[in-house]
DNA sequence: AGCACGCCGACT
DNA sequence: GTCGGCGTGCTC
């Protein structure tokens, strides 16, 4: 800049356009005061109305569109002092804006996500446990109770990060230091984001791993645009694969990204990573305390953390020289974001790869069907990872057919006396045994015996769970908490409940009866408040302190349990339910990594999947372990239905407080639809998958083209045909998750 | 996202 | 007669 003024041929120029992080449809233009240089990306604080923001500097004054009066622009107040967002990072904004039809100021605020990123530094308090004794009259609550335990020894630390650890509000530790419990300490050592050092620890490769991580490495030297599917199961050592092509980034100077569907629950790769490479990487999630993020999104946009590993979000930060992105667990549903600006963050890592020309990994042990798709059709490349101990550590997988009189359990139970008998054997032998039911709580449904109320939340179209060790009705879709009634509100009854259904906490109950002196452990979102919990119940199962694994989802992910030889899963027909064609993939994908739990190292395992329609594909597929075959049946239905990944499709989601108001536009948008196309169908409109979510009605309509159809610019001229009141929301969501 | 402006029900 | 509800629209 210095160099072009005093040269004089490029004058600075008077005006700007300054991309605010707001639901703006195009950037405003600022003055710019004579002694300030701005270029494209600079980080602005400018006036709006009564308020300064932070906002980018989105072109030069060149602009050629109609421009605003002169006289209405207000200068730029001042230049933020950090390197210029790069110029890909804010064609991927645009990118990611004009894809999923959201303004770009929408995406824009995902990129400074941190609205604090800008502000200038300021001190940290951290807290402490200090000399302060414990008042007799302080009450200690459980939360307290674990917060003094967190920070009993150990450093300094910030309150968020407390408050997470202890599964609470960062009040819970405010009030604490008031009392006088907890000392504060002005905190200076925030993470220096050492470079991770790619010789520090290399692991020895098996001759496979040896060739795929070659493969990568290669691609990373080289640069320039790829995309590889990495398929193994677990235990195939994909991870340590891709450290190689991580550990290649870094030789070459680049930044390297690796995106996890839930970062939170992830100490284990952490630590993995840092055995590989000496420090820990920079970590990226919502859950981040602000100051963090702050100091964490300042470190990447000035190219001083090297590798970031984070969830979804982590994709927007301002990488000056990103070289590769690994999605790890690419199938995951939680890459893909359903509020705000609606957007699949595998995809959108995608794009961002082939706009800054470097290398994606992909890798999954049950690959989706889009990218198996695209492996196939030459898009991506493949590498497949063969098992470690080639087929024989698979786990063998018994279907038990509940509709068998023989095998069904009694009344009000819900373990078949096979899987029973199995438990039990598995105990004597001094094994350690699982059981997966993904349904946190008691009972899924409770209704009254007297009047057959149900519970149902206030504020969505679901039950309400019943949870018996917080003793809450609670639900799982808006959060909503209520205590459980004594009495029924419609009728009054007292007592007059009933459980419908099993939850974790019921079969927890069952095997309690069943089994008097197993040790039982829980693991499911409700018990687990934070990572330490998980990790602490991880150990115990480790050292041999658990006998019976039971929990949900969480308990799916990638643990390694040597003494662990029997996988049960109560419901495997849950999730098939619906008939929606993505089912299907999801619960093989689930229930494929539930049965990777049994049987590592030399024990063998077995899985036995309690269900009611033994001869569904999905159950087939697992009991031989056939999934290539089981992924071809589902591709050829998909492609003569021209579902994605061979057709398109995106869906309206009309949404407002006001059932009546919703239904209206919903039909509005119903009659403006392009049914002039023969090849385009619309569905709807429909009750959106949950029909009324956080006391908004969701209405939904469908629309499906074939590949060879950007559906954005028939979905933009559609919109335009219904004019929406501002009461009424509408949300595109292009390649949406569920097809009903 | 804020914040002001503007049009219809219960208060001093 | 006002105070205030939040629907609608604007901010360079």
Known sequence: ?????????????????????????????????????????????????????????????????????????????????LPPMPEITRRFVEWVASYTMSPVGAVLRMAVSVSAALEDPRALTAYTRGEGEVPDDLRLTPARKRILEILSDGPPRLAADVAAEAGCGTGVVRGLAEAGVLTTVPMLALPRFPRPDPDANPKTLSGAQRLAAEDLTAKVSAGGYSATLLDG???????????????????????????????????????????????????????????????????????????????????????????????????????????????????????????????????????????LVNAENGRYSRIDLPSRHGG?????????????????????????????????????????????????????????????????????????????????????????QAKSPDACPECEAEGSFVACGPGVERVAEEVATLFPDARIAMMTSDTL??????????????????????????????????????????????????????????????????????????????????TYMPENPVMQALASHDRDSFLAVEADQRRQLE????????????SGEDEGAVDAIAAALGRAAPRDREDLTILGPAPAPLAILRGRYRRRLLIKGPK?????????????????????????DIDPYSFL
């Open 233 to 371: 199961v677990t235990g195939s050592g994909k991870t340590e694969v891709y450290f190689e092509a991580v550990a290649a980034a870094l030789r070459t100077g680049k930044q390297a990204l690796v995106l996890l569907p839930e970062i939170a629950l992830s100490a284990q790769w952490l630590d993995r990573f840092a055995q590989r490479f000496g420090v820990r990487p920079a970590e990226w999630h919502s859950e981040m305390a602000p100051p963090l993020r702050r100091h964490t999104w300042r470190a990447v946009a000035k190219g001083e953390a090297r590798v970031v590993v984070g969830a979804r979000s982590a994709l927007f930060l301002p990488y000056p020289d990103l070289g590769l992105i690994v999605v790890d667990e690419e199938h995951e549903a939680a890459f893909k974001q359903e509020d705000g600006v609606i957007y699949h963050a595998r995809d959108m890592a995608v794009a961002r790869a082939h706009l800054g020309r470097f290398p994606i990994v992909l890798a999954s042990a049950t690959p989706s069907l889009e990218t």
């Open 529 to 610: 408040s934070g990572p330490r919990a998980l990790r602490e119940v991880i150990e115990q199962v480790k050292d041999g302190a658990v006998d019976l694994l039971i929990g949900t989802q969480v308990m799916a992910k990638g643990h390694h349990f040597p003494m662990l030889t029997l996988v049960g899963v109560v419901d495997a027909d849950l999730g098939l339910a619906g008939g929606d064609p993505r089912a299907s993939e999801r619960t093989f994908q689930l229930l494929h990594q539930v049965a990777g739990r049994a049987g590592r190292e030399e024990r063998p395992g077995r899985v036995m999947l309690q």
């Open 708 to 732: 060879t159809v950007s559906l954005q610019p028939i979905l933009y001229d559609w919109l335009t045909r219904v004019e929406v009141p501002a009461s009424i929301r509408v949300q595109v």
């Open 1 to 81: 800049m210095t160099g072009d003024l005093l040269s004089g041929v490029t004058a600075p120029p008077a005006r700007v356009r300054v991309q605010l992080p707001l639901l703006l449809p195009e950037p405003y233009d600022y003055r710019v005061p004579g002694d300030m240089s701005l270029v494209p990306g600079s980080y602005v604080e400018v006036p709006l109305g009564p308020r300064r923001l932070f906002g980018v500097v989105w072109a030069d004054g060149d602009w050629q569109g109609e421009r605003v009066e002169e006289r209405k622009l207000r200068p730029v107040m001042r230049a933020i002092d």
């Open 392 to 480: 024989a550590s698979m786990p063998d997988v018994t279907l038990i057919d509940m509709r068998r009189k023989e095998q069904a359990p009694p009344a009000r139970q819900w373990l078949s006396p096979v899987l029973r008998e199995a438990l039990s054997q598995t105990m004597l032998a001094g094994e350690q045994g699982m059981l997966f039911l993904n349904r946190r709580g008691y009972a899924p449904l409770t209704l009254c015996r007297g009047c057959g109320h149900r519970l149902q939340c206030p504020n969505c179209t679901a039950w309400l769970v019943e949870h018996r060790l917080s003793k809450r009705l609670q639900c799982h879709h808006c959060g909503y």
């Open 643 to 654: 579902m994605p990944p061979f057709g398109r499709m995106a869906a309206l989601i009309v």
